[in-house]
């Protein structure tokens, strides 16, 4: 059965920088479209950052310029770089692989 691990998330000072990982088990990772999602307390999951399986990206124009998402096929890991972070990104990180696995998530806190 194939499952999605994520990890790296913490509690990070507003304007720093934190790298989330995805970690997937079983074969065929470098042909689906990857994603990830957030949710914060109170609001709906919403989409932060895509990458297809050629490498093209697609991001959410509140981490537009400041996330950076990609993945390493031979590793079968999905990434998040997130720099000059805010209040507004604190949020349980989720990672998909093409909209129908989800993984169980990873907690990121954005405060001083």
């Known amino acids: 059965q194939v499952q999605l691990v994520e990890s790296g998330g913490g509690l990070v000072q507003p304007g720093g920088s934190l790298r989330l990982s995805c970690t997937a088990s079983g074969n065929g990772f470098g042909i689906y479209s990857m994603y990830w999602y957030r949710q914060a307390p109170g609001k709906e999951r919403e989409f932060v950052a895509g990458?297809?399986?050629?490498?093209?990206?697609k991001y959410a124009d509140s981490v537009k310029g400041r996330f950076t998402i990609s993945k390493d096929n031979a590793k079968n890991t999905l990434y998040l770089e997130m720099d000059s972070l805010k209040a507004e990104d604190t949020a349980v990180y989720y990672c998909?692989?093409?909209?129908?696995?989800w993984g169980e998530g990873t907690q990121e806190t954005v405060s001083s």
């Open positions: 990458i297809g399986n050629s490498g093209n990206t």
């Open positions: 998909s692989r093409g909209g129908d696995l």
